[in-house]
């Protein structure tokens, strides 16, 4: 069983960075892909950004390309989500989960992931 919580959220203003964190706990982290979703009020929840086990591949949803860096530290158990020049439009409730899907399952399907933590909320005002 894998417990993840994440962290790091808060209000933020146009423009500004905020970098979230997801930490695992239970079985080996750096066996499993790993992702970020986020939901806005009123919204489904969409995906955001991708990493291998490795690390070495990531994919990311083309309205944060460019601004977004998903990264982990596997030592660490550790999953990161470095965002930057953000806008109200950023604003939600940001989760992460394990990908539990097989090879080839495209890494923004929502079915792919299990064992989402509560989520972190990310505020960005004008």
């Known amino acids: 069983q894998v417990q993840l919580v994440e962290s790091g959220g808060g209000l933020v203003q146009v423009g500004g960075s905020v970098r979230l964190s997801c930490a695992a706990s239970?079985?080996?982290?750096?066996?499993?892909?790993m992702g970020w979703f986020r939901q806005a009020p009123g919204k489904e929840r969409e995906f955001v950004a991708h990493?291998?086990?490795?690390?070495?591949?990531?994919h990311y949803a083309d309205s944060v390309k460019g601004r977004f860096t998903i990264s982990r530290d596997n030592a660490k158990n550790t999953v990161y989500l470095q965002m930057n020049s953000l806008t109200p439009g950023d604003t939600a409730v940001y989760y992460c989960?394990?990908?539990?899907?097989?090879?080839?399952?495209?890494?923004?399907?929502?079915?792919?992931?299990?064992?989402w933590g509560r989520g972190t909320q990310v505020t960005v005002s004008s």
């Open positions: 990493v291998s086990g490795s690390g070495t591949t990531t």
């Open positions: 989960a394990v990908f539990v899907a097989g090879w080839g399952t495209p890494p923004w399907a929502l079915d792919a992931y299990d064992y």
């Open positions: 239970g079985r080996s982290f750096s066996n499993y892909a």
